[in-house]
């Protein structure tokens, strides 16, 4: 019984939230709703996983004809019946619902996400910590680009419609002196950022990175990719002589380089982004209203157009992950990384393994619907726009 439980612990896992969340649906308007979201991420799920499935299985071959080419390659003598009899082991010759029902069940059960034929290994173990790595590594460029966008294009969108010079005859001309360079700073750090986010739209990230690396060549620097130099990478992180402090330099003089080329243009786009969200809140009438009872200045804007622009900002974070997911592949093969986006052209475009590939895809989905989830729930918590859109009341009841 132990051991069926730790088998199935994922779909056990999955069943205790969902009563959870249905028991507290009975008395809370607020949670019947979060209930019919996790609902439709997991019907979202389920739809994820046929369409991936599908779309793998059109690729030409499969995994038998894939382990008997192998074999042949061993010297073995193969016959159409060896790979008839490999097709009737591996569960191949079976319609293609009924072995996307024994995908969805393995994945559902055990978390198992199938058979790598490229690997001739499951692709749990030929993912291993790589999803993780990828995981993160997007999550650093998501942060590094909200870090960057999120302040300087509130400054974009405050310095649009200002003056480069204070002419405000109400103003002593030191006041107006002082002024003016304030002015003027903003000003010209909105060109620099408009012409930042005009080279992060139009330079490929993979553009960007080989320039990196060519500059280092040109100055007779070592390139700084992969996750570690040649002279750490065999090097564990603790010894007898405790912490390996250079390991953790020479890591983060490596980690810099796809964070900042995959968060480049992710940046560009939220720059644009916040800063039309914040123009357009600006000039509604409530701003105009808040103006004519006597608010100004800072507290002006971080009460209404800022504070209203921020929540399609955070609703779009699952989304914001999958585009910088979509631009790691190509970068992680300039840079030479081995993360899963690596991994998925490997298996995409050189091994035609199907089942590793929709594997990768699969988790990808996973993690963009589960934050979409996340930040659904999480706005109609905090935000009295959501909560009076999606409950028809002021807050949760």
């Given at each position: 019984?132990?051991?069926?439980?730790?088998?199935?612990?994922?779909?056990w896992?999955?069943?205790?939230?969902?009563?959870?969340?249905?028991?507290?649906s009975?008395?809370?308007q607020?949670f019947?709703?979060?209930?019919?979201r996790?609902?439709?991420?997991l019907?979202?799920?389920?739809?994820?996983s046929?369409?991936?499935?599908?779309l793998?299985?059109?690729?030409?071959g499969?995994?038998?004809?894939?382990m008997?080419?192998?074999?042949?390659?061993?010297?073995?003598?193969?016959?159409?019946?060896d790979?008839?009899?490999?097709?009737a082991?591996?569960?191949?010759?079976?319609?293609?619902?009924?072995r996307?029902?024994?995908?969805?069940t393995?994945?559902?059960?055990k978390?198992?996400?199938?058979?790598?034929?490229?690997k001739?290994?499951?692709?749990n173990?030929?993912?291993?910590d790589?999803?993780?790595l990828?995981?993160w590594?997007?999550?650093?460029?998501?942060?590094?680009?909200?870090?960057?966008a999120?302040?300087?294009?509130?400054?974009?969108?405050?310095?649009?419609n200002?003056?480069?010079?204070?002419?405000s005859?109400?103003?002593?001309?030191?006041?107006?002196?002082?002024?003016?360079?304030?002015?003027?700073?903003a000003?010209?750090?909105?060109?620099?950022?408009?012409?930042?986010?005009?080279?992060?739209?139009?330079l490929p990230?993979?553009l960007?990175?080989?320039?990196?690396?060519l500059?280092?060549?040109?100055?007779?620097?070592?390139?700084?990719?992969?996750?570690?130099s040649?002279e750490?990478?065999?090097?564990?992180w603790f010894?007898?002589s405790g912490?390996?402090?250079?390991?953790?330099?020479?890591?983060?003089?490596?980690?810099?380089?796809?964070?900042?080329?995959?968060?480049w243009s992710a940046?560009?786009?939220?720059?644009?982004?916040v800063?039309?969200?914040?123009?357009?809140?600006?000039?509604?009438l409530y701003?105009?209203?808040?103006k004519?009872?006597?608010?100004?200045?800072?507290?002006?804007?971080?009460?209404?157009?800022?504070?209203?622009?921020?929540?399609?900002?955070?609703?779009?974070?699952?989304?914001?992950?999958?585009?910088?997911f979509?631009?790691?592949?190509?970068?992680a093969i300039v840079?030479?990384?081995?993360?899963?986006?690596?991994l998925?052209?490997?298996?995409l475009?050189?091994?035609n393994?199907?089942?590793?590939a929709a594997?990768?895809l699969?988790?990808?989905?996973?993690?963009?619907?589960?934050?979409?989830?996340?930040t659904?729930?999480?706005?109609?918590?905090?935000?009295p726009?959501?909560?009076?859109?999606?409950?028809?009341t002021?807050?949760?009841?």
């Amino acid at each position: 019984m132990i051991h069926f439980l730790s088998e199935t612990w994922l779909l056990w896992l999955i069943l205790f939230t969902g009563a959870l969340l249905f028991r507290a649906s009975r008395n809370s308007q607020y949670f019947h709703y979060v209930f019919n979201r996790y609902l439709l991420a997991l019907v979202t799920l389920l739809t994820v996983s046929a369409i991936v499935f599908s779309l793998m299985e059109v690729l030409p071959g499969d995994c038998a004809e894939k382990m008997i080419a192998y074999k042949n390659t061993q010297g073995e003598s193969i016959t159409q019946a060896d790979i008839a009899a490999e097709r009737a082991r591996m569960g191949l010759d079976k319609s293609l619902p009924e072995r996307w029902v024994n995908w969805v069940t393995d994945l559902t059960l055990k978390g198992d996400l199938g058979f790598s034929c490229a690997k001739r290994q499951s692709v749990n173990l030929a993912l291993g910590d790589r999803f993780w790595l990828s995981f993160w590594f997007c999550i650093a460029g998501l942060v590094f680009s909200y870090l960057i966008a999120v302040p300087f294009g509130i400054l974009s969108a405050w310095v649009l419609n200002k003056p480069w010079k204070d002419r405000s005859p109400q103003h002593t001309q030191a006041k107006r002196l002082l002024n003016t360079a304030g002015l003027g700073l903003a000003k010209m750090t909105d060109v620099m950022l408009r012409i930042i986010s005009y080279l992060g739209l139009a330079l490929p990230n993979f553009l960007l990175a080989l320039t990196i690396i060519l500059l280092y060549v040109f100055a007779g620097e070592a390139a700084p990719t992969g996750l570690f130099s040649d002279e750490w990478k065999q090097v564990s992180w603790f010894t007898e002589s405790g912490f390996q402090w250079g390991k953790l330099n020479d890591f983060l003089g490596h980690i810099w380089l796809p964070i900042f080329v995959i968060g480049w243009s992710a940046t560009a786009l939220q720059l644009q982004t916040v800063r039309a969200l914040v123009v357009d809140e600006s000039n509604k009438l409530y701003v105009d209203a808040a103006k004519a009872r006597g608010v100004h200045g800072f507290n002006l804007w971080a009460k209404y157009p800022v504070r209203h622009s921020i929540s399609p900002l955070f609703n779009s974070v699952g989304f914001d992950y999958q585009r910088i997911f979509n631009d790691l592949p190509i970068v992680a093969i300039v840079i030479g990384l081995t993360d899963a986006s690596a991994l998925l052209i490997e298996a995409l475009a050189m091994t035609n393994d199907q089942e590793l590939a929709a594997g990768i895809l699969f988790l990808v989905a996973l993690v963009v619907i589960s934050m979409n989830f996340i930040t659904d729930i999480v706005l109609a918590a905090v935000d009295p726009r959501v909560r009076k859109s999606v409950l028809g009341t002021g807050g949760p009841a």
